[in-house]
C-alpha cells in the first residue's frame, strides 16, 4: 500500500515535471528572441570564411527581409588561411592530410619517394624525388620549412611530412612554400613511409589551401534610410569548435529583435541594423565597416550600440564613451566604464562616433564548445534596456 502510494506520487511528479518542462519549452520557442538566437547556435561554429558563416548570413538576411527591411552584405577580404579539404588519393582511396598554414594550393601526382632520416639537405642525396612526391618525418630539429624547401630543391613536386606524435599537427611554415605541402596522422603516414620505402605507390596529393576569408557584414534598414542616427550591430561570427551561443548568437538576436519591435515605427527610419563577420579574427568586419564610411556619414551617426555576449550572467553592464556614458547612466544607473574584452564598438570609437556597448561580464564557457545556451529572460531584459536608451537618443 505504502509503496503503491510512493510510486503514484513519483508518477504524478513526473508528470508535473513533464507538464512544466513542455511549457516552458513552448513558451521560449514562441519568444523570437530565443528562437533567432538558437537557430544561429545550431548551425554549429560561424567561423568567418567558412560555409557555416554564409549559411549564417543568409539567415539574418532572411529574418530581416521579414520584418520588411532591406538588406545590404557588405563583402571584405582579409589574410586568413583556410584549408578546404585537402587529401591524398591513392588507388582510387582518399585519405585526410592537413594542408601545412601557408602552403600553396596544387594537386601533384606522382611516386611517394621516402626521405630518411628527417630531410637535411644530404637526405635527399641518397633518393631521386625528381617530379615525385617526398614524404619525411617531422622532427629531428630540422623545421617544415626546411624539409619543404630541401625537397623543392632535389626536385620533389609535393611534401607530406609525417607526424612523429599520435594524430595529425597543423603545422606552421614561417614563410610560404614554394610546392604544396600537407600532413599525415602517425599512424597513417608511418606506414605509408614504409610502403614506400618497399615497393612504388603512386599517389595524387591535393592541397587546398586559400590564403584569405571572405567576410559578409549583413546591413539591414528601411527603404532609403542613406544616413542613420544610429547604429545598432553585434557580431554573427564565432571561434573555432565554439557554437558561439553567448558570444555571440545572444547579441546578434537582440540586435534582431529590436529591429522587429521597432519595425512600424518611426524610430525605425533612423537606425541601420548590423551583423559583423571577422570579429574574431580582430573586429574585421566593423573595422571595413567604418573605414569604406565616408566622414559626413559618420559624423553623422549620435551614436553606435553594440551587443556582445548579453546571453549569460543577471547583472547587464554597460560601457559607454563619448556622449552615450551620461545617456545610459540616467537610464540604468549601472554603467560599469571598466575594460572588458575588445569588440566592434571600439572600431566606431577609433573614428570618434559615441559608442554604448552592452554586455554582461566574464562568461566561463567563453571561447569553449560549452558555449552552447543563452537564457531567454536575459535576451529580454537587453532588448527591453536598449529599446529605452533607443527612444532617448533619438528624441
Ligand atoms: N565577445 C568577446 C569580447 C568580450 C569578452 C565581451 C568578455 C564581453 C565580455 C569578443 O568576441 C572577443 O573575443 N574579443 C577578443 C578581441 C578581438 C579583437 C579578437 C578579446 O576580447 O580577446
Ligand atoms: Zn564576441
Redesign the pocket.
Known amino acids: 500500500m505504502f509503496l503503491r502510494f510512493r510510486k503514484s506520487r513519483i508518477l504524478l511528479g513526473m508528470t508535473i515535471a513533464f507538464l512544466i518542462a513542455t511549457l516552458t519549452h513552448s513558451l521560449f520557442a514562441a519568444d523570437p528572441l530565443f528562437a533567432d538566437a538558437q537557430a544561429l547556435i545550431s548551425l554549429g561554429a560561424r567561423v568567418a570564411g567558412t560555409p557555416t558563416a554564409e549559411r549564417a548570413s543568409e539567415l539574418l538576411i532572411d529574418r530581416y527581409k521579414k520584418l520588411g527591411y532591406e538588406v545590404e552584405v557588405q563583402t571584405f577580404t582579409y589574410p586568413k588561411f583556410f584549408d578546404a579539404g585537402s587529401s591524398l588519393s591513392i588507388d582510387g582511396k582518399t585519405i585526410e592530410a592537413w594542408a601545412m598554414v601557408r602552403s600553396i594550393a596544387g594537386n601533384p601526382s606522382g611516386r611517394l619517394v621516402a626521405v630518411p632520416n628527417y630531410g637535411k639537405p644530404e637526405d635527399f642525396k641518397t633518393v631521386d624525388v625528381r617530379n615525385q612526391i617526398a614524404i619525411v618525418k617531422r622532427g629531428g630539429g630540422v623545421q617544415f620549412i626546411q624539409k619543404i624547401e630541401n625537397a623543392a630543391a632535389a626536385g620533389a613536386i609535393g611534401v607530406l611530412i609525417v607526424n612523429n606524435q599520435p594524430g595529425n599537427i597543423r603545422g606552421m611554415l614561417m614563410k610560404p612554400s614554394t610546392i604544396p605541402a600537407a600532413s599525415l596522422p602517425q599512424d597513417v603516414g608511418t606506414s605509408l613511409l614504409e610502403q614506400a620505402q618497399k615497393t612504388t605507390v603512386q599517389a595524387t596529393l591535393t592541397v587546398k589551401a586559400q590564403p584569405d576569408a571572405l567576410g559578409r557584414n549583413v546591413i539591414a534598414h528601411l527603404p532609403n534610410v542613406k544616413q542613420p542616427k544610429l547604429i545598432i550591430g553585434g ?1 554573427f561570427d564565432s ?1 573555432e569548435n565554439s557554437p558561439g551561443a553567448n ?2 548568437a545572444s547579441g546578434t538576436a537582440v540586435v534582431l529583435g529590436i529591429a522587429r519591435s521597432l519595425a512600424k515605427s518611426p524610430a525605425a527610419k533612423q537606425i541601420w541594423f548590423m551583423a559583423f563577420d571577422g ?5 574585421k568586419g566593423s573595422e571595413a565597416f567604418v573605414d569604406r564610411a565616408t566622414q559626413p556619414f559618420l559624423s553623422g551617426l549620435k551614436a553606435m550600440l553594440n551587443f ?2 548579453v546571453g549569460v550572467n543577471d547583472r547587464l553592464l554597460l560601457d559607454g564613451s563619448g556622449t552615450m556614458t551620461s545617456i545610459a547612466q540616467s537610464i540604468t544607473g549601472d554603467v560599469n566604464s571598466s575594460r ?4 566592434d564598438h ?1 572600431s566606431f570609437k577609433s573614428k570618434n562616433v559615441s559608442t554604448l556597448f552592452f ?5 566561463p564557457n ?2 569553449s564548445p560549452n558555449d552552447k545556451t543563452v537564457d531567454p529572460r536575459l535576451l529580454k531584459e537587453t532588448q527591453d534596456e536598449a529599446l529605452k536608451i533607443v527612444q532617448k537618443v533619438l528624441q
Open positions: 557580431h571561434v558570444d555571440n570579429e574574431e579574427d580582430g573586429l556582445d555576449m572588458f574584452g575588445g569588440s571600439a554586455f554582461r561580464g566574464k562568461d567563453y571561447h
